[in-house]
């Protein structure tokens, strides 16, 4: 039974999602506020948080960043605002896997959760070991390693690079890298692969350019001389 963290403070709301999720099968944690959020988020052992934006205390953003910051890669899935499009940028940027606009239909939320549990690494099998360009990911032991350095990546991020890195240098596109990692399609105007791909490249130890943007197409790895 995967465990999932609901942090909002919407008691209305989480009650109606407490029931649904439970007859889904998950075992379902609740919290009101930002700081008994990430106490629990912290303290607990969890598949999966589910966390909204504005929150009393601190805030959506704020419980994310310290929960990175304390290396915590737990797969995260915002609540955000439906439009507001800087919510859902800066909450990618500071390490969230996914996000879901408010108001949403609570199929589409138990959809999203469970490809978000079907595609990270921790709750998957994925035992083959793929190498390339200076990378080795094994997702056996959950590792990304570049140029012999460990990379601190979130579920999503991983399961972004093992795509890439499993190609070979072959062009992915943006909507199967969101499939892989993500386990759903790019939306029109959706920005989230882009900023986990930013996200990745900027904790690569050297060389970030060899993570290749083709334009109109998608991505690849490229081997340097």
Known sequence: MSKLLLVDDDAELSSMLEQILTKEGFQLTLAADGETGLERALSGSFDLILLDVMLPGIDGFQLLQRLRQQARNTPVLMLTARGDDDDRVAGLELGADDYLPKPFYPKELVARVKA???RTPHTSVRPEKSEYAGFTIDPAQN????????LD????????L???????GEVVSKDALSVAALGRSLAPFDRSLDVHISNIRKKLPTDPER????RGRGYRIIQFA
């Open 143 to 150: 590792a990304a390693i570049c140029d012999e350095t460990q």
């Open 162 to 168: 093992r795509t890439l890195v499993r190609a070979h």
């Open 116 to 118: 978000l549990l079907r």
């Open 153 to 160: 990546l979130t579920p999503t991020e991983f399961d972004i």
């Open 211 to 214: 993570i290749q943007t083709v």
